[in-house]
């Protein structure tokens, strides 16, 4: 059965897209299978080749229903749900159906306050810092702020992900050839650490293939499918 991870939050601008294709990549960098399942409507789908994931649009709720019914059944598959902010709705749907919640955050006091509040709300969920500083001084504020602010909730926040700026290269429409390294490092040790929150650390060898995926889409009209998979 593959495993469902919804990156969601009611507040926008806290990398989920980001996030949601950085987790995918490196879970491809550690050899493992997963799709990146798109429901922000306010987005446009990324073209797929050279990824070492699958993209798969489900911006409405009929195709989601479609994809994630595809998706379940297969074996070492990993499925990682971008959410879209202000979708409460949306939000509680796609809690229910997943196996692991992320709420990522940024450093700002107004992010800490919303977190906290889905944090309430979403009691299986873990929250992500994310974009979090890289200089000494910033980051000692940005955690000492977490500390003060969400002390009943640290058992439930996750190491930060650091700000670097070429995961913007990973939301580009066309993938360029080449990753810079320290975006390959992060998405890996990303990807390693929710691999640990779901107690699967064993690396699998790399063998993704741009062609695999495509029963994921089996069944779907093909206008709703991927421009590569199109007849």
């Known amino acids: 059965m593959a495993i469902l991870i919804a990156i969601i939050g009611n507040k926008g601008g806290t990398g989920k897209t980001t996030l949601s294709h950085l987790l995918c990549h490196g879970l491809g960098l550690l050899g493992r299978r997963s799709a990146c399942v798109l429901t922000d409507t306010t987005r446009q789908p990324l073209d797929p080749r050279g990824r070492r994931y699958v993209i798969a649009d489900a911006r409405s709720l009929d195709t ?33 159906l997943s196996d692991l919640v992320l709420l990522p955050f940024r450093e700002s006091h107004e992010d800490i306050r919303t977190v906290t509040a889905d944090l309430e709300q979403f009691p299986r969920a873990y929250a992500v810092p994310s974009q979090w500083p890289v200089n000494v001084w910033q980051r000692e504020a940005a955690d000492r702020a977490v500390a003060q602010l969400m002390a009943p909730y640290l058992g439930r926040i996750l190491r930060p992900v650091p700000a670097v700026s070429a995961t913007k290269l990973l939301l580009q429409k066309h993938l360029p050839a080449q990753l810079p390294t320290p975006l390959n490092n992060t998405a890996r040790a990303f990807a390693r650490q929710l691999l640990e929150v779901l107690d699967l650390g064993r690396e699998l060898p790399s063998s993704f293939d741009e062609a695999e995926g495509e029963e994921i889409y089996e069944g779907i009209p093909e206008e709703e499918m991927p421009l590569r998979l199109r007849r």
């Open 64 to 96: 989601l229903k479609r994809i994630i019914d595809k998706l379940r059944p297969l074996d070492d598959w990993i499925g990682v749900i971008d959410g879209g902010g202000n979708r409460p709705d949306v939000d509680r749907r796609l809690y229910a």
